[in-house]
């Protein structure tokens, strides 16, 4: 959609690793209230079209930082810029996954996908555009047809893509996804981490899923990010090499899932 | 299946009806004129009334006073109830008096609003109202506490304003809480109503409870029981249909 180039799916991690940042971070410290800080001078680029999993133990404070790298909560100390312009408010151009589909249950499911693309603060575009958008993002995650639907009547699994589609309807140039499939059961989330990974190729956005899952992140992610420590920091950094699908490469996805349990003994 | 799912709930209803005619034979033995009370006297005075106007009348003056008193405790309620939610000061401040005030019946500031509101319409509004207006409160504030804390950061992650979050996340996230709270205060409601329209009024379904014992009119009084219970049934019905249109789980 954003390139006139078609790429073929196994070189885009490749092709990502000398592209432009989407988001980059820098010095960010941040606490709730009077508590210690959850995290202090930490820093992270996201490039364009990169899937990073930001991988770390519950209450690392991964949620935190990606309130914050989402602009919904404001850094006690550095900046993140969002395509190169320092983010005061959140970015029309980024959108939110949560672990619950958050679906609001007295609109359908056309109407949960296109839910506040029509706000006085995002970018104006005709209805038409928009319904437009609404079905290409239903057909993404594979609902076309369920457009009427009520979220009562869907499965976890189903109403977790239809909250992706609510999040591809924006078009994001960045998906802010905080474990969006811990709720669901294995099949399920086996399902769901391809399709992401699928999506997020197709759409050409750049995604910061959240996890606390290592086989999660070494599946699904470009570049796998570990945080911890207190306050939070980024300890370890691995750039995810195994071709897709990674479920085809056991060896090489375990010898990196020895690398970062080992990696989190030294950390603790 | 129709049938069968109508059964059960239909044997309840005419063992009832059994255990009423056999109960007013006995009664009719010990005072005769207990015989009006029987369901055949009944059921023939219930068709002359629902024939005539007088019956009609009646029940449109009860349901406007039950529309009136809903309207106004919705009116406080609701915005009672969001600031309640919202604000923990306002909550804290509020709880042990709104808990009070709950437990006291509205029936007993029966004499104190006919004093302070004179006889009439408007001291059957204060009761109704005065009755409905706390789990219509109490379920409007559970709403706004419960309401999904993702939805309120998805609002704030379009940038939504603030007019937006209320009508688009706000009101409608607490709607289905409200309808509960709407049940419940037509329950209340019309259980309050016909003791309340007992004094100083002159219409009414309460009121034609009263007459109907004057005039001697035994099977016209259970006749207006009837359709008093029949009434509640279908308000609280609608109320419940409401509730689960609004959640599409019908
Ligand atoms: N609203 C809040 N107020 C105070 N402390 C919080 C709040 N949210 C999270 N915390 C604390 O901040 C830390 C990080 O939480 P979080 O970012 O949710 O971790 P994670 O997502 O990695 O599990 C935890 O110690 C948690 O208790
Ligand atoms: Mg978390």
Same mark, same amino acid.
């Given at each position: 959609?954003?390139?006139?180039l078609?790429?073929?799916?196994?070189?885009?991690?490749?092709?990502?690793?000398?592209?432009?940042?989407?988001?980059?971070?820098?010095?960010?410290?941040?606490?709730?209230?009077?508590?210690?800080?959850?995290?202090?001078h930490?820093s992270?680029?996201?490039?364009?079209?990169?899937?990073?999993?930001?991988l770390g133990?519950s209450?690392?404070?991964?949620?935190t930082?990606?309130?914050?790298?989402a602009?919904l909560?404001?850094?006690?100390?550095?900046e993140?810029?969002?395509?190169?312009?320092?983010?005061?408010?959140?970015?029309?151009?980024?959108?939110?996954?949560?672990?619950?589909a958050?679906?609001?249950?007295w609109?359908?499911?056309a109407?949960?996908?296109g839910?506040g693309l029509?706000f006085?603060?995002?970018p104006?575009?005709?209805?038409?555009?928009? $319904?437009e958008? &609404?079905?290409? =993002?239903?057909?993404? /995650?594979?609902?076309?047809g %369920?457009? !009427?639907?009520?979220?009562a009547q869907?499965?976890?699994g189903?109403?977790?893509?239809?909250?992706?589609?609510?999040?591809?309807?924006?078009?994001?140039?960045?998906?802010?996804a905080?474990?969006?499939?811990?709720?669901?059961?294995?099949?399920?989330?086996?399902?769901?981490?391809?399709?992401?990974?699928?999506?997020?190729?197709?759409?050409?956005?750049a995604?910061l899923?959240?996890?606390?899952?290592? $086989?999660?992140? &070494?599946?699904? =992610?470009d570049?796998? /990010?570990?945080?911890?420590? %207190?306050? !939070?920091?980024?300890?370890?950094?691995w750039?995810?090499?195994i071709p897709?699908?990674?479920?085809?490469?056991?060896?090489?996805?375990?010898?990196?899932?020895?690398?970062?349990l080992?990696?989190?003994?030294?950390?603790? | 299946m129709?049938?069968?799912?109508?059964?059960?709930p239909?044997?309840?209803?005419v063992?009832?009806?059994?255990?009423?005619a056999a109960?007013?034979?006995w009664?009719?033995g010990v005072?005769?004129?207990?015989?009006?009370f029987?369901?055949?006297?009944?059921?023939r005075?219930?068709?002359?009334?629902?024939?005539?106007?007088?019956?009609w009348?009646?029940?449109?003056?009860?349901?406007?006073?039950v529309?009136?008193?809903?309207?106004?405790?919705?009116?406080?309620?609701?915005p009672?109830?969001?600031l309640?939610?919202l604000?923990?000061l306002?909550?804290?401040?509020?709880?042990?008096l709104?808990?009070?005030?709950?437990?006291?019946?509205?029936?007993?500031?029966m004499?104190?609003?006919?004093?302070?509101?004179g006889?009439?319409?408007a001291p059957?509004?204060?009761?109704?109202?005065?009755?409905?207006?706390?789990?219509?409160?109490?379920?409007?504030?559970a709403?706004?506490?419960q309401?999904?804390k993702?939805?309120l950061?998805?609002a704030?992650?379009?940038?939504?304003?603030?007019?937006?979050?209320i009508?688009h996340?706000?009101?409608?996230?607490?709607?289905?809480q409200?309808?509960?709270?709407?049940?419940?205060?037509?329950?209340i409601i019309w259980?309050?109503?016909?003791?309340?329209?007992?004094l100083?009024?002159?219409?009414?379904?309460?009121?034609?409870?009263?007459?109907?014992?004057?005039?001697?009119?035994y099977s016209?009084?259970m006749?207006?029981?009837l359709v008093?219970?029949?009434?509640?049934?279908?308000?609280?019905?609608a109320?419940?249909?409401?509730?689960?249109?609004?959640l599409?789980?019908?």
């Open positions: 959609m954003n390139s006139p078609p790429e073929p799916a196994l070189a885009i991690a490749a092709a990502a690793a000398d592209a432009p940042a989407v988001l980059e971070a820098r010095g960010l410290s941040y606490a709730h209230g009077a508590a210690g800080p959850v995290f202090s930490l992270l680029s996201i490039r364009r079209r990169e899937i990073v999993a930001l133990g209450g690392c404070g991964k949620s930082l990606l309130r914050v790298l602009g909560a404001r850094p006690a100390t550095g993140v810029r969002f395509l190169d312009t320092v983010q005061a408010a959140p970015h029309p151009r980024s959108a939110l996954v949560f672990q619950q958050s679906l609001l249950p609109l359908n499911l109407d949960n996908v839910f029509d006085a603060h995002q104006q575009t005709a209805k038409a555009a928009r $319904d958008r &609404i079905k290409a =993002a239903i057909a993404a /995650v594979g609902l076309a %369920r457009e !009427g639907a009520w979220p869907l499965s976890g189903m109403a977790q893509r239809t909250a992706l589609a609510r999040a591809l309807a924006r078009q994001p140039e960045l998906l802010f905080d474990e969006p499939f811990s709720a669901l059961d294995a099949i399920t989330r086996a399902e769901m981490q391809s399709l992401l990974v699928d999506v997020v190729h197709r759409w050409h956005t995604a899923l959240v996890t606390h899952d290592i $086989d999660e992140a &070494i599946l699904v =992610a570049r796998i /990010v570990l945080m911890g420590g %207190r306050p !939070g920091r980024l300890l370890h950094e750039t995810v090499d897709r699908n990674r479920e085809d490469h056991p060896e090489a996805v375990g010898a990196l899932r020895l690398a970062i080992s990696a989190l003994r030294h950390a603790s | 129709m049938g069968a799912n109508l059964l059960l239909l044997s309840g209803l063992l009832a009806a059994l255990a009423w109960g007013s034979v009664l009719a005072t005769p004129i207990a015989a009006s029987a369901p055949l006297e009944t059921a005075a219930l068709l002359a009334l629902l024939q005539g106007a007088e019956l009348e009646h029940v449109a003056v009860s349901l406007e006073r529309a009136v008193g809903l309207g106004v405790a919705l009116l406080l309620g609701i009672l109830g969001v309640t939610g604000s923990p306002f909550s804290r401040s509020t709880t042990p709104f808990q009070f005030a709950r437990m006291i019946s509205p029936l007993s500031w004499p104190l609003a006919v004093m302070v509101l006889v009439g319409n059957v509004y204060f009761l109704l109202a005065f009755a409905a207006v706390w789990p219509i409160l109490l379920n409007t504030a709403g706004v506490a309401l999904d993702n939805w950061l998805l704030r992650s379009l940038s939504a304003t603030r007019r937006e979050t009508v996340v706000i009101l409608p996230g607490i709607t289905a409200i309808l509960t709270g709407v049940r419940l205060a037509i329950g259980i309050v109503l016909v003791p309340a329209e007992m100083g009024v002159s219409a009414g379904l309460g009121y034609f409870i009263l007459d109907a014992r004057d005039r001697l009119a016209d009084l006749a207006a029981i008093i219970g029949f009434l509640g049934y279908l308000l609280d019905h109320a419940r249909t409401l509730h689960k249109r609004w599409h789980a019908a």
